[in-house]
């Protein structure tokens, strides 16, 4: 078992793998910058990582063998209003985590995104040409250049997940959740097609890549190539609610600060060439999503976080 540090530890992904990595016996330590993560058997530490020097610090105090680094500034809008920040959070922070992981020999891996490409095929693998066309991309492809120049060895895995946030902050999958279980509408774009994982078979399959000794860039997808329309209504069918409640929108239309790709599905061509890994299909995703709240996760999951400081 190894001593990992996961940083971002109170957002989406950050907060599952802090739960699904002490459940499979690691010694975790949990680094956020507003949010303490407070949990029995997991050590806590808080840090702006994208501060001079901080990361080093942290890195050096803790000692991790393995550092999974998920903190970054994922609101596509946000990021297009303020490019400074996007960059300052996606790329340099990135940057300074690779940095310090080599100092303290630690190894690596660095949470990138489909949207480093540009959305206008789908079906891309690891050896496609990066082309984004927002600044979230653009700053995430950027991340991703700096971590391989700090170091050679780092995990770099583009993925797209849905799952149980631990704040009140939702994400997709609660979004249409919220809705449809009020017997409201939420309108689904036709027009925006993706690969999504459910964040705890993600953390999973992250574990798995890093005991393996993998390096350099993976695509770690779901297995269902969907419309986020479409996606909105499976969902309400895995968890007994009206599908068509879920209606058909065009991402054309929404108004947003940022461009969207439109088809960013991705394959997983070099982990299913070189691994034994399954990429588990959208059905079973969802269905697990629904169990995780029946059996308990979700409870243990939103108290992992404690209240801003």
Known sequence: MA???????????????????ADAGHQVIAASHLHPVASGGVEACIGDLSRPGEARRLLETCRPEWVIHCAALTDLDLCETNSSLAYRLNTEMAAAVARASQSVGARLLHISTDAVFDGRRGGYV?????????VYGKSKLAGEEEVARADREALIVRTNFFGWNPRANRGLAEWFLSGLEDGRQRPGFTDVWVTPILVNDLSRI??????????????????????????????????????LLVTQASVEDAQLAAPRGKQLCLQAARLLAETDIDLPGLDLGLSRLRDLRRTGFLDRLRGLVRSQA
């Open 206 to 243: 992250l574990l798995r890549m890093l005991e393996a000794g993998l390096f350099g860039v993976y695509h770690v997808p779901g297995a269902d190539c969907v419309s986020k329309y479409a996606f909105g209504e499976r969902l309400g069918r895995t968890f007994d609610l009206d599908p």
């Open 126 to 134: 690891e050896d496609d040409v990066p082309a984004p066309v927002n």
């Open 3 to 21: 001593r990992i540090l996961v940083t971002g530890a109170s957002g989406l992904l950050g907060a599952n793998l802090v739960l699904e990595a």
